[in-house]
């Protein structure tokens, strides 16, 4: 078992360079391999600027009003490490050594939870490599919403600096780290002390146990002890009749195999599972639609929702409540999305042979597009050049060719597709309103069928060797016109962009043979783990990170600066001819 390691210490003015000669290795460090360089991926690579005039200036930035104590906290220092377990798992006592992939997801969950966590406060940050195991060192100056410089507003007490650890460890819990136990009476360890463990690249497991958790440890040793005794008396006991029972267990054998069969045929579908395919988005624990809050508790649900206060039980009832249909053609929605093992096994509470009858019987909805309303297509192109900055005329490209349109309630429709060009699917932005955050997808969309994409580069017949996933319609569009943007001119190569929203929905067949993969999904959580799984089904994906937010954010800035840019040149221009 692997920890999470995180350690901070509280920096007067007068500390600041003595920490910051040892992170940037300017005297003299014990057992550091002065052949292996440190990344500092935070914070300017200067070597002449100094750590006590960057903390001075942020400080600056916010016009304290108020003096400073002499003995006032202007920074404090992050050490964040792992058990060195985590790194070299094979060799944990190999000092100095450690697994790329490994660091590769440490360090880039830890720079997301530093931006995260604390933003621009973060003036420099550093990864040792070093020294026995790595780590990062890591400087925040504390300044609360109102510009104050207040360090116990974050760290005054046992529970703030829990609230500290906590954070670091939720955010490391998702590459496989463990988080120390809460309100243990294990010593603590300060940065100093501790820094020493990490430097001999001793793995902090044993030194994180208390002698109750020992004694624990002991008492769980001793009854596992007494538990074999017995089984093995047991054991003895039954020898005669084991030689007797033989016969009956190979009879019981077979019977048992068609048994797990049929138990398999007949299990119901994951919940979870289901809301997905019914165009449900998760959204702060709960599945939002319209009209929808699901929530569920594995096998039971219930909609949150003030217009639709109702529950359930199993993959059925929640086909029949959010599609407004009955038993049949639930069975026939399950048929279609999960397959005949799947639509039995969801309603096999209600019966087998009706399930079964059902699905040969009863014939298959097809899917249809929402109906377009011309009318209120001026209103959705003016939300997506004007609120979204993007191009007017790649907007009416796409509407030319059906791929994006308006629907009755001012909704852009972004068509989805199969790969062979067929709609069997819509995703729905609302646009009416100032903060309109309406999303959703069109009744009977099939998820794991179809996609918003569109090709750009060379000729429509060309080999497509340029793959981009993106998180959502807009987020495709904004990517693709940034390049555009940037380089002046479409792809060199024919590039596929395409909206995916969850990896398990992503045509591996189809898209496995294209040799250029862009996984270009935002930064959250989320996106760092559907980046992960992806990179998982195609190995040739590359990571391709926003400067922003996400990829609208972005091309919403670089218009704006482009703007700006042009008016100037206007501007010189008129003075120039005046």
């Known amino acids: 078992m692997a920890y999470a390691i995180a350690r901070l210490k509280k920096l007067k003015r007068s500390n600041i360079a003595g920490s910051a000669s040892h992170a940037n290795r ?45 003995d006032g906290v202007y920074c404090v220092e992050f050490l964040l490490s792992a058990s060195a377990s985590y790194f070299r798992p094979d060799c944990p006592r190999l000092a100095g050594y450690y697994e790329q992939e490994k660091l590769d997801n440490w360090l880039e969950a830890t720079h997301q939870w530093l931006v995260d966590e604390y933003g621009e406060r973060i ?41 500290f650890q906590d954070s670091y460890y939720d955010t490391m819990r998702l590459i496989g780290l463990e988080r120390g136990i809460k309100g243990s009476r294990a010593q603590h360890y300060d940065i100093k002390d501790f820094y020493r463990i990490v430097e001999s690249g001793r793995d902090l497991e044993v030194d994180s146990l208390n002698s109750e958790q020992l004694k624990a440890k002991a008492a769980d040793r001793d009854r596992a002890i007494h538990r074999k005794e017995e089984i093995e008396a047991t054991a003895k006991a039954l020898s005669v009749e084991n030689e007797l029972l033989q016969k009956r267990i190979q009879e019981l054998e077979k019977q048992n195999q068609l048994w797990q069969q049929q138990t398999e045929q007949l299990r119901d579908l ?61 069975v026939v929605w399950l048929h279609e999305r999960f397959g005949e093992s799947g639509a039995i096994g969801a309603a096999i509470a209600k019966s087998y042979q009706v399930a079964a009858e059902i699905i040969q019987l009863e014939p298959r909805p097809q899917f249809t597009l929402p109906v377009e309303d011309k009318n209120k297509w001026l209103a959705v192109e003016h939300y997506l050049t004007q609120k979204r900055g993007i191009p007017e005329k790649f907007v009416q490209v796409l509407h030319n060719r059906g791929l994006v349109y308006a629907d009755d309630q001012q909704n852009a429709v972004f068509v989805m597709r199969s790969l062979e060009h067929h709609a069997k699917g819509a995703f729905k932005r609302g646009t009416r309103g100032e903060n309109n955050n309406f999303l959703g997808y069109e009744f009977g969309t099939k ?68 040799p250029n993969v862009q996984v270009a999904f935002d930064s959250s959580e989320l ?18 990170r926003s400067k922003a937010r996400d990829w609208n954010q972005e091309l919403v800035n670089l218009s704006r600066k482009l703007q700006q840019h042009n008016s100037q040149q206007r501007h010189q221009n008129q003075e120039m001819e005046l």
């Open 26 to 70: 300017e005297r003299e460090t014990p057992n550091a391999d002065p052949r292996r360089e440190n990344i500092r991926f935070i914070g300017s690579n200067e070597r002449e600027e100094r750590l006590e005039d960057l903390v001075l200036a942020k400080i600056e930035e916010h016009e304290q009003k108020r003096k400073i104590r002499t």
């Open 123 to 163: 003036v420099r940050a550093e990864l040792h490599l070093d020294e026995a195991t790595p780590h990062i060192h890591a400087y925040f100056v504390p300044l609360d919403e109102q510009g104050q410089l207040r360090c116990n507003h974050f760290f005054d007490g046992r529970e703030k600096i829990r609230s």
């Open 270 to 330: 994951p919940l979870d599972d289901v809301a997905w395919e019914l165009g449900l988005h998760h959204e702060q624990s709960r599945w939002r639609g319209e009209n929808h809050i699901i929530n569920i508790d594995e096998s039971k649900f219930s909609d949150l929702d003030p217009g639709s206060p109702l529950g359930g039980n199993g993959a059925i009832d929640l086909v029949m409540h959010v599609n407004q249909c009955d038993l049949r053609q639930a």
């Open 447 to 514: 998820r794991r069928e179809s996609w918003f994409y569109f090709h750009l580069g060379e000729q429509p017949t060309s080999p497509v060797e340029r793959l981009v996933l993106c998180k959502s319609p807009i987020d495709t569009m904004s990517f693709a016109m940034l390049e555009y943007l940037v380089k002046g001119e479409v792809p060199l190569k024919r590039t596929l962009y395409m909206a995916i929203d969850r990896p398990n929905s992503l045509p591996v067949e189809q898209l496995q043979h294209i």
């Open 527 to 544: 996106g760092n783990a559907n980046a992960r799984a992806i990179k998982q089904l195609l190995p040739q994906a590359k990571r391709n």
